[in-house]
Nanobody, 127 residues
Framework: QVQLVESGGGLVQAGGSLRLSCAAS????????MGWFRQAPGKEREFVAR?????????YYADSVKGRFTISRDNAKNTMYLQMNSLKPEDTAVYYC???????????????????WGQGTQVTVSS
C-alpha cells in the first residue's frame, strides 16, 4: 500500500501562487504515476494534472489549468509537487494527490483509476 500526505494549501489572493506537495511512503516502488485532483463544494472530484513517477514523459493537464499549473517530481524525496500560478477564485477546492500503480491506464482523468489517495489540502483563492 502507498500512503500519501499533501501539504502546502492555504488562502491566497487572485493572481497569487501556491505550491502543493505530496509525500509518498510505503510501497513507493509500485507507483507508476501520480495525479492531482480537486473537489469544490457541491461538485464532483475533477482531474487537474498527472505525471509518471519515474522516468519517461507522460505529463497531462486539465485544460482549465494548462499554462498556469506545473506538476513535477523529486524521486529522491518521494514527493510530487503542484506549482499553481495565476490562481483564480474558481481554483478554490480541496486538492488531493493520488497514486496509480497500474501501467496503461485507459483514462488518467478518472478518479477510479487511482489506488491510493491523500487526505486533501484546502486551497482558497479570494477575489
Amino acid at each position: 500500500q502507498v500512503q500519501l500526505v499533501e501539504s502546502g494549501g492555504g488562502l491566497v489572493q487572485a493572481g497569487g501562487s501556491l505550491r502543493l506537495s505530496c509525500a509518498a511512503s510505503g510501497r513507493t516502488f509500485s507507483i507508476y504515476a501520480m495525479g492531482w485532483f480537486r473537489q469544490a463544494p457541491g461538485k464532483e472530484r475533477e482531474f487537474v494534472a498527472r505525471k509518471t513517477w519515474t522516468i519517461g514523459a507522460g505529463t497531462y493537464y486539465a485544460d482549465s489549468v494548462k499554462g498556469r499549473f506545473t506538476i513535477s517530481r523529486d524521486n529522491a524525496k518521494n514527493t510530487m509537487y503542484l506549482q499553481m500560478n495565476s490562481l483564480k477564485p474558481e481554483d478554490t477546492a480541496v486538492y488531493y494527490c493520488a497514486a496509480d500503480t497500474k501501467a496503461g491506464t485507459s483514462n488518467y482523468a478518472r478518479p477510479s483509476e487511482y489506488d491510493s489517495w491523500g487526505q486533501g489540502t484546502q486551497v482558497t483563492v479570494s477575489s
